[in-house]
């Protein structure tokens, strides 16, 4: 590996890197107290689409971790920017919740189920068979199919939930249409990010729990990759894949002296 430079700013993955289950990951306090006392810049990434940065700072501080909801960086954002970059002011059929509908309505957007220029699905906890049915039939009219990230399965107590990934398949299966996704593995989301800190790629660490999403994305961004072992990929599985991280971790506890 060639040389890098030292890590001056931090990418971090929420869920199963620094909360599992909506319990603080041991050490992820004093790592997330470390990063703000030293001053260099960070943000939280998640494909996550159903919490605005506000809800999820508040969720994260209940859980015993201080994160500024400006250090917060969700799908829904991230999919706001990229049609506000590709189609402003334009309109939009959105499946999901909060965090999706608000921050398409502060980049100036339309929600609107009459020929509307994109269909656009995100998370929800209660998916609609009449939403599902509306938006086949509008992208099917003509409309383009956005889709804040491909995660098939989300966790929950019970166990997995159909995921935006899943229903965006479903979808596609019935059009024939295929969505463009903008979260995690979308590098866009990370470049996204990045700029937001004024970091550079050769200086900025990705911190995550998934090989296929967060490992992958930071490596195609140019990023120096941490791969921790609470979430979702155990040690066993990194050689299915074809790339490799940086460095395995068991948690964000070993990472804290490298702030």
């Given at each position: 590996m060639t040389e890098r430079k030292p890590i001056q700013s931090w990418l971090s993955d929420m869920d199963g890197v620094l909360v599992h289950e909506g319990h603080p990951v041991a050490g992820a306090d004093v790592?997330?107290?470390r990063l703000r006392d030293s001053g260099k810049s960070f943000r939280v990434l998640t494909n996550?689409?159903?919490?605005?940065?506000?809800?999820?700072?508040?969720?994260l501080r209940?859980?015993?971790?201080?994160v500024p909801e400006e250090s917060i960086f969700t799908s829904a954002l991230a999919t706001a920017r990229f049609l506000d970059d590709q189609r402003p002011g334009g309109?939009?059929?959105?499946?999901?919740?909060?965090?999706?509908t608000t921050a398409l309505h502060e980049v100036?957007?339309?929600l609107t189920d009459l020929d509307p220029d994109y269909v656009v699905l995100g998370e929800t906890r209660t998916y609609s068979f009449t939403q599902i049915t509306r938006a086949i039939r509008l992208i099917e009219g003509g409309a383009r199919f956005i889709a804040t990230n491909p995660d098939?399965?989300?966790?929950?107590?019970?166990?997995?939930?159909?995921?935006?990934?899943?229903?965006?398949a479903m979808i596609t299966k019935a059009t024939g249409v295929e969505p463009y996704f903008v979260g995690k593995p979308?590098?866009?989301m990370m470049r996204h990010?990045?700029?937001?800190i004024d970091g550079h790629s050769e200086s900025t660490a990705m911190i995550g729990d998934r090989m296929d999403t967060d490992i992958v994305c930071g490596m195609e961004a140019g990023l120096y990759t941490i791969l921790v072992l609470t979430g979702v990929t155990q040690r066993g599985q990194i050689d299915r894949f074809p790339f490799r991280p940086s460095r395995v971790v068991e948690s964000v506890a070993d990472l804290i002296d490298l702030v």
């Open positions: 790592f997330i107290k996550n689409s159903i919490y605005t940065p506000r809800d999820l700072a508040v969720r209940a859980a015993g971790l201080e309109s939009a059929y959105v499946i999901g919740e909060a965090g999706l100036g957007y339309v098939p399965v989300g966790p929950s107590n019970e166990g997995s939930l159909p995921a935006c990934g899943a229903v965006a979308n590098p866009m990010a990045i700029n937001a």
